[in-house]
């Protein structure tokens, strides 16, 4: 169950309770034997990953770039005016020509079918880096950051308030298979993805997690552990903007909706973060992890390309889950 040789990381759809937990350990023993321990492991030497990016990024591109290169590797970012990405080349031709230059591929696509043409026709694994669907990467960094503030993740009650987008979606199909209870609380019009709810309700039964939808923020926050949010409007969302900040009146975590948390409530953001969804009071007070969660979005990809290409194992304990 822990092999990802060859294979794509598109989602976190198809991976089970065991890989992810697998992904999350090795994150955690890079980051203590890189970071705590200055040891120099070097998996990725002689490796070369292309980054394509049809959209901006800080921390998908720099977490990607120093990562790879702090395991010896080598990285190369591509966006559409450097290749001839689906303009004079059409996408799938363009797999089959960094596979032979490259190990793995991570792209940051408009759409997500983009990426599955990708995989399709590439010959070396491909890493979602954000699509309009999902954005698994930051998943995984979000774990291994609650992870590391509470010591456990099984049992949490986990509260979304905002659009039920990508970061929406990621979390739908990971958190029931690591015993993370979801309360998702959306606008109406907003929810997440109908075949995802269906996929989401069969992870949690199998797991014996709850998933609950409401479009009442203080319902979803009753009692929770962790609240995440987004942005209300995404990349690509822009001209739905005066629409979008009309819809999600009510939807901004502040001091008021915190109140009806857990005592040991925890903020989480994916960011770039904007001041509609998360007051400052909220964004820099002591509760909120996202800078820690910004970095760990450097351990936890350098997990994920080191395990498609090589068979690095960790060293340090397996975590208490
Ligand atoms: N959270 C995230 O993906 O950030 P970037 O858009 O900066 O990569």
């Not at 198809?14 to 705590?36: F, P, S, T, V, Y």
């Not at 739905?240 to 009510?250: C, N």
């Not at 395990?307 to 060293?315: A, G, I, K």
Request: a negative charge; charged letters at 25%; hydrophobic letters at 40%.
């Amino acid at each position: 169950p822990y092999s990802f040789v060859d294979e794509t990381f598109l989602s976190m759809k198809g991976r089970n309770e065991l890989e992810i937990k697998h992904l999350l350990w090795i994150a955690a023993d890079l980051k203590e034997r890189i970071k705590k321990w200055n040891e120099t492991i070097r998996p990725l030497e002689g490796k070369s990953v292309a980054m394509i990016f049809q959209k901006r990024s800080t921390r998908t591109r720099v977490s990607t770039e120093t990562g790879v290169a702090l395991l010896g590797g080598h990285s190369v970012f591509l966006t559409e005016s450097d290749i001839h990405l689906g303009v004079s080349e059409s996408l799938a031709d363009t797999a089959r020509v960094l596979s032979g230059f490259v190990d793995v591929i991570l792209a940051r696509v408009n759409v997500h079918d983009d990426l599955k043409t990708l995989a399709k026709n590439a010959s070396v694994p491909v890493v979602n880096g954000l699509s309009d669907i999902f954005h698994p990467l930051q998943i995984l960094a979000d774990f291994l950051t609650l992870q590391e503030h509470y010591g456990y993740l099984h049992g949490l009650n986990l509260a979304w308030v905002g659009d039920g987008n990508n970061i929406t979606h990621s979390l739908m199909m990971a958190a029931p298979k690591v015993g993370i209870n979801l309360n998702i609380a959306t606008p109406k019009g907003y929810e997440p993805h109908t075949d995802l709810r269906k996929a989401c309700a069969e992870f949690a039964e199998e797991h014996g997690t709850s998933v609950n939808y409401t479009s009442d923020p203080r319902e979803a926050c009753a009692g929770a552990n962790v609240i995440v949010t987004d942005t209300w409007v995404s990349m690509g969302q822009e001209t739905e903007a005066q629409k979008r900040l009309k819809d999600f009146k009510g939807y901004q975590v502040n001091d008021e909706l915190v109140k009806v948390a857990a005592d040991n409530w925890t903020f989480l953001h994916c960011l770039p973060r904007k001041p509609y969804e998360v007051s400052d009071e909220v964004f820099y007070s002591d509760h909120s992890l996202v800078w820690q969660e910004a970095e760990n979005r450097k351990w936890t990809v350098m997990a994920v390309i080191a395990s498609l290409v090589t068979d690095l194992e960790p060293e340090i304990p397996v975590p208490k889950w």
